[in-house]
């Protein structure tokens, strides 16, 4: 799809078992390492909280209390993460805050086994890295180096694939994707007419629908949509401007009259390019004209 | 597919749309008449996505699995004849979300919880021979050698046995001390000190056993490694106890739990060298694949490992201050590895579930 990079965002294509691909954001580093931050951030105040209610109300003998807290202590860090993408489907706390989730790349659901390989892979690439990284103080010089190539490593590996996997998401098949939220907006083919049906105040030739293509219509989508753009606002007429001039469309836009013109023109070109697209000529932007000239001179 | 809501949704949405159908675009036509659906479809999403599909209705569940389809379907037909942005954006995004609703893992944690322990694991462990060798064999040289370099010199013990570990245990402790070590009946307050004592180590183990099996990947050899390394320690301590004539005692005093806690590290260890046999004989695979072939029971090994840890601390946090006497502690000991021995070897031997289901 061409969409894939719009709003500057990765995408991961994959397909669901009915066969129609469908689109993913990639999430970003800096939103998995935000609720990374606060998995841990949870975990930790959980663990002090349950640590100070065990000691302050002395249920248990001191030699249980030790055994416990240590169990604690393990049972937050990769057993906690595995269950909880088990239980919320790919989601644990942090990343339901920040709006991520885990799926699978080849678009089968999440298993379980999945869950457990990206997060055991946990412990090499951020617990045992951070601990390392606490004790820097403490070690020896190449120690030290150790343990920043090992940070390097693994902070490299997301970058070097366009996926942004990290090594357990390549081990185990997962993706992290931003959670997808859908709004559907009004349709401005549709809106428009129910004004503009009474009297067609703009007529559109064939050759005034020949110059732009897909990209150049959605753009213009973009602009109607933006709410922020009323009609005596420089940059519409400016864009009226240039339509004109560039489909050679003779009669002048009247002041006042730029977004019915743009609305009327987009139905009409969305109209024109459509019914191409129906009979297999799909004009990806304005530069069609040199694309088409040399399929015509294959034919 | 098709359960007869389609024509109650499809006349009212042409009520809806009046006489204006006639002069709309083709791909407004084609919004206007499916928009009730998927607004249906959204709704049983955003539920579903707050309280679960056990939110739903036995109709409404029914509806979500035809919807989704359906707007599926609406979706390929959306890309061949719509140009309209919007729209596209909107029914991905609502296909993403019916997927991951439609999509999701339908086991209870239960459920899989005893599948694993059933056949998963069993399984897997019968199908790891080679590298579970590795692993032991790792684990046995390591105590060899480490035996044999004490034998030869006692100052090798400060070499690697780290001291937060050894615990005043050291070669020039005597023969009495260590003689106490092994049976704290020295008071309470000494046997809460080892209590503290043998929580450190297991969160020590964990640790270190994560490490062996995930550092894996790197060929296997920082599992062998590490492996190895915890074997000198246990020979080296072994070995210095056995010079005072503690041999015996010391023995027991490791077996009660250091036959599930030792069998834990080695096979962490063949986990990860399963990993790492992955990245250096892929086959026919890629490398990548590979690894993803073989995490499957590698990662197994490693939650069989979690789960002995587990046991072993109980056994050694509970049990071992509460039995003294050293042939009690043997049994104990060995028994629980035979009991491992007996779960791995006969476990899931039904044969029913095939290789594949079992993943």
């Keep these: ?299 | 597919m098709d359960i007869g809501i389609d024509g109650r949704i499809d006349q009212r949405s042409t009520v809806n749309a009046g006489a204006a159908q006639n002069d709309m675009l083709r791909s407004a036509r084609f919004r206007v008449e499916r928009e009730t659906h998927w607004r249906q479809l959204d709704e049983l999403v955003t539920r579903a996505e707050q309280g679960g599909a056990a939110a739903l209705g036995y109709d409404e569940v029914r509806n979500l699995a035809s919807g989704y389809r359906q707007a599926m379907n609406s979706l390929s037909v959306a890309r061949d004849i719509s140009l309209d942005r919007a729209l596209i954006a909107y029914l991905e995004s609502l296909c993403a979300r019916a997927y991951l609703v439609v999509y999701a893992p339908q086991e209870s944690l239960g459920g899989l919880t005893s599948r694993l322990l059933r056949h998963g694991i069993p399984q897997a462990v019968r199908r790891s021979a080679l590298p579970l060798f590795i692993g032991f064999l790792a684990l046995i040289l390591g105590a060899a050698a480490g035996y044999r370099l004490y034998e030869s010199d006692p100052s090798w013990f400060y070499t690697f046995v780290p001291p937060e570990m050894a615990d005043q245990r050291t070669p020039d402790a005597s023969a009495d001390y260590l003689r106490s070590t092994i049976y704290g009946d020295e008071g309470q307050q000494d046997s809460d000190r080892l209590a503290a004592f043998s929580a450190f180590l297991f969160s020590h183990n964990t640790s270190i056993v994560v490490l062996i099996f995930t550092l894996g990947v790197f060929v296997s050899v920082p599992s062998f490694i590490l492996t190895f390394y915890n074997g000198l320690i246990l020979g080296a301590f072994f070995a210095m106890f056995a010079r005072k004539g503690l041999g015996y005692d010391v023995f027991a005093w490791l077996s009660i739990h250091g036959v599930t806690e030792l069998a834990a590290i080695a096979i962490a260890c063949a986990g990860g060298a399963r990993l790492g046999l992955a990245v250096l004989l892929p086959g026919t695979r890629t490398r990548k694949e590979a690894l993803r072939h073989q995490a499957h029971d590698a990662v197994k090994l490693a939650i069989l490992a979690a789960l002995m840890l587990v046991v072993a601390a109980f056994i050694e946090g509970v049990l071992r201050q509460l039995i003294q006497d050293p042939t009690s502690r043997l049994i104990i000991g060995w028994g629980v590895g035979l009991f491992w021995i007996a779960w791995l070897t006969l476990g899931g031997r039904g044969g029913k579930t095939p290789r594949e289901a079992v993943r």
């Design chain 1, 1 to 299: 799809m061409n969409q894939s990079l719009r709003d500057g965002k990765r995408a991961g294509e994959f397909i669901p078992p009915e066969g129609v691909p469908i689109t993913f954001a990639i999430a970003s580093l800096g939103t998995r390492f935000g609720a990374q931050f606060l998995d841990i951030l949870f975990t930790t105040i959980a663990t002090i909280i349950i640590a100070v209610v065990i000691v302050f109300t002395g249920v248990l003998p001191e030699s249980a209390q030790g055994m416990l807290m240590v169990l604690l202590g393990f049972l937050v860090q990769t057993p906690y993460y595995i269950l909880s993408e088990l239980i919320w489907n790919g989601r644990t706390l942090g990343k339901r805050i920040t709006g991520i989730r885990v799926i699978n790349v080849d678009g089968r659901r999440l298993t379980p086994h999945q869950v457990t390989a990206r997060n055991l892979m946990k412990e090499v690439e951020i617990f045992a890295p951070m601990s390392l990284l606490a004790s820097v103080g403490y070690q020896s010089a190449w120690e030290n180096g150790l343990t920043s190539l090992w940070l390097l490593v693994v902070v490299v590996v997301p970058f070097t694939n366009r996926r942004r996997q990290r090594l357990g998401d390549v081990i185990a098949g997962t993706l992290v994707v931003d959670n997808p939220r859908s709004v559907l907006l009004s349709d401005l083919a549709v809106s428009a007419p129910a004004a503009a049906s009474a009297q067609p105040a703009f007529e559109f030739l064939p050759e005034h629908l020949d110059v732009y293509g897909k990209y150049e219509l959605q753009t213009l989508e973009d602009v109607l949509r933006d709410s922020t753009k009323t009609a005596n606002h420089t940059e519409i007429q400016q864009i009226v401007r240039t339509i004109t001039r560039r489909i050679r469309y003779e009669d002048a836009v009247k002041p006042g009259q730029e977004l019915t013109f743009l609305n009327e023109f987009y139905r009409a070109q969305r109209e024109h390019l459509e019914s191409l697209k129906l009979f297999g000529t799909l004009r990806e932007n304005k530069y069609h004209q040199y694309a088409r000239t040399e399929a015509k001179r294959l034919i």
